[in-house]
Every structure is written in structure tokens, then in C-alpha cells.
């Protein structure tokens, strides 16, 4: 059973801030690492997804994966009253038929 | 592009009663298919995935059933609800797009059972 963790929260940033998400797995053989948003009441919406080491970006997003570590990671900068939300992460390897594993997730809340 | 329809939005059962909750996928084709429960504040559970039409693979032993009868289909069904049933509902569906690996939830469906 693969272990997924997130760092607990909730997490209050003020806007404009950077919100870091943290997330570690256990499953040395996970290949696929996302980063889901989860807004109150609504269903998971896939935000980032990272497969290699290093650093991703899109938009105010930034994944970091770090293998070594079993470690990813979720930057948002200029934190937005709209990214207030649980953020999921999920990590999967072709050897478990890439079934997702999720975390938790960590609830965010952006201050105005 | 590809779009995933859950019905219904929102259901208040007694315990007892049978369940049948559906998944449609278009846009696709021979998409694999998971059933999900998310339990209040707690996280994502898998109950059910299939790879095709008639081939399911469950993952949690409880009264809960999983039905493909056409390629973009999935069915979840109950004979009998227990209370500990209710929570959120999630299908989701991953296909040849971007790679294959990411996996698009539906809508959901919201499941009281009193």
C-alpha cells in the first residue's frame, strides 16, 4: 500500500504571498506525480502533473520533484483569493497499472 | 475534447435501498475508469477501476458493485445501503492523452444515506 503524505494545514497565506505545498511517498518505484485543486464541494481538478526530476512550471504553479528524496512539491506564487482550496497530491508507476494514490491534502486558504 | 457526465448530482437514500450511480465518457475511446469515495474530510478511496467493457478490478471489499456495459460506461451499484456508504462519489477516467498517465474526475455525486 503506497503512502502518500501531505503537509497538514490549514495553510493561510496573505495574497500576493507564495503558498508551498509539501508532499512525500513511500513507493520508491512511483513514476507520475500530480497536483490536484479541490475547491469546497466540488470534485478534483488536475492543476500540475510531473514525471521527472526537477522543476515545472505553469502559470503561478511550480512543481518540484526530487526522486532521491521521494519528495514533490507544489509552489503557487502571487497567491489569489481564488486558490483558496485543498490541494491533493497523487503519485502512481505503471507497475500498479498507474492507479492513483492520494494524500490527504492540504487546505488553503488565501487572506485579501 | 473529452467530457465526463455524472448522474445524478445529489442523492438522500434510506438504508436498505438499492444504488445505481452512472458515468458517461465522451470524447474518448477505451478509456480505463475509477469509482472514487471521498468520505466527509477525509481523502480519495478507490473503490473500482476497469480497462474495458466487462473487465473490473475491485480494490475495497464492502457491498458495492461496478458495472461496464459499453466502452464509455460505468455503473456503481448497491443491493443494500448501509449508513456508512454516504460520502462523495468520483469517477474519473484516464485515456491516450498527454502521456495517458493523468486521471480527469467527473463532476460527482453527493450520496446521503439515513
Known amino acids: 500500500q503506497k503512502e502518500v503524505e501531505q503537509n497538514s494545514g490549514p495553510l493561510s497565506v496573505p495574497e500576493g504571498a507564495i503558498a508551498s505545498l509539501n508532499c512525500t511517498y513511500s513507493?520508491?518505484?512511483?513514476?507520475?506525480f500530480f497536483w490536484y485543486r479541490q475547491y469546497s464541494g466540488k470534485s478534483p481538478e488536475l492543476i500540475m502533473s510531473?514525471?521527472?526530476?526537477g522543476d515545472k512550471e505553469d502559470g503561478r504553479f511550480t512543481a518540484q520533484l526530487n526522486k532521491a528524496s521521494q519528495y514533490v512539491s507544489l509552489l503557487i506564487r502571487d497567491s489569489q483569493p481564488s486558490d483558496s482550496a485543498t490541494y491533493l497530491c497523487?503519485?502512481?508507476?505503471?507497475?500498479?497499472?498507474?492507479?492513483?494514490?492520494f494524500g490527504a491534502g492540504t487546505t488553503v486558504t488565501v487572506r485579501a | 475534447s473529452q467530457t465526463i457526465h455524472q448522474w445524478p448530482a445529489t442523492l438522500v437514500q434510506p438504508v436498505g435501498s438499492p444504488l445505481s450511480l452512472e458515468c458517461t465518457v465522451e470524447?474518448?475511446?477505451?478509456?480505463?475508469l475509477y469509482w472514487y469515495r471521498q468520505a466527509a474530510g477525509r481523502g480519495l478511496q478507490l473503490l473500482f477501476y476497469?480497462?474495458?467493457?466487462?473487465?473490473i478490478s475491485s480494490e475495497v471489499p464492502q457491498n458495492l458493485s461496478a458495472s461496464r456495459p459499453q466502452d464509455r460506461q460505468f455503473i456503481l451499484s448497491s443491493k443494500k445501503l448501509l449508513l456508512s456508504d454516504s460520502g462523495f462519489y468520483l469517477c474519473?477516467?484516464?485515456?491516450?492523452?498527454?502521456?495517458?498517465?493523468?486521471?480527469?474526475f467527473g463532476p460527482g455525486t453527493r450520496l446521503t444515506v439515513l
Open positions: 513507493d520508491r518505484v512511483s513514476q507520475s
Open positions: 510531473i514525471y521527472s526530476n
Open positions: 470524447g474518448t475511446s477505451n478509456p480505463n
Open positions: 476497469s480497462i474495458g467493457i466487462d473487465q
Open positions: 497523487a503519485v502512481a508507476d505503471y507497475s500498479n497499472d498507474y492507479k492513483l494514490s
Open positions: 474519473a477516467w484516464r485515456g491516450p492523452k498527454r502521456g495517458g498517465h493523468e486521471q480527469f
